[in-house]
């Protein structure tokens, strides 16, 4: 007789020491992707239910017609928690379980993220006032920064033009219009 498949939107629990759950998944994209290797979403929570990250775990030799409850079982438990490794909050621990986090709790590696988006930023910041700078010596007066949105599909990007004097809406449309964007208002003027 044939196992009925296991219930697609079960949640699995797994209590840690102390005040910690180990939450699994089996992920979406094992039922959206044949033939997708079963990945489990794994959240380690507070007991309160507060988040303290999310990983992935694997089996490529399972997939969606495959897999058992026993399976997804195995996978959450073979998931550890360690320390983290700048500030001993609670971490998923990298060789259980794939993350990029490293070893870092969650806490941890957002704050890292953030300061490398803030100097990613700054650098920007800086390289675009030089632009300006440059630009205002050359005779520009305006700097219209743009996304452009196209028409085509695929990913918007932004432009800069410099120009001598204030344009009109109308031309800053018809400029959008020639790039090629379904989106002809989303634009910024900045006086140089």
């Known amino acids: 007789m044939k196992q009925a498949p296991p219930a697609r939107y079960k949640t699995y629990q797994r209590a840690l020491d102390g005040e910690f759950t180990l939450s699994g998944e089996v992920s979406p994209c094992v ?6 290797p ?3 979403t794994v959240a380690l929570r507070r007991h ?14 399972k997939n969606a017609e495959t897999y058992t409850e026993a399976d997804v079982e ?7 928690v360690i320390a983290c490794r700048r500030c001993t909050n609670p971490a998923f621990d990298p ?5 990029n986090r490293a070893g870092l709790c969650e806490s941890c590696f957002v704050a890292d993220l953030n300061a490398e988006l803030a100097k990613a930023e700054e650098s920007e910041r800086r390289e675009l006032l030089a632009r300006d700078q440059q630009m205002k010596a050359q005779g520009m007066a305006i700097r219209v920064s743009a996304w452009v949105h196209p028409s085509s599909g695929g990913d918007d990007y932004q432009i800069d033009c410099y120009l001598e004097v204030r344009p009109s809406p109308g031309k800053i449309r018809e400029m ?10 989303d634009y910024q003027i900045v006086n140089l």
């Open 38 to 40: 079963l990945q489990v």
């Open 176 to 185: 959008l219009r020639d790039e090629g964007s379904s989106v002809l208002d």
């Open 74 to 80: 195995r996978l959450l438990a073979s998931v550890r």
């Open 48 to 61: 309160t239910g507060e988040s303290l990250g999310v990983a992935y775990a694997v089996d490529g030799t």
């Open 31 to 36: 039922f959206m992707y044949h033939p997708y």
């Open 95 to 99: 060789q259980t379980i794939e993350t």
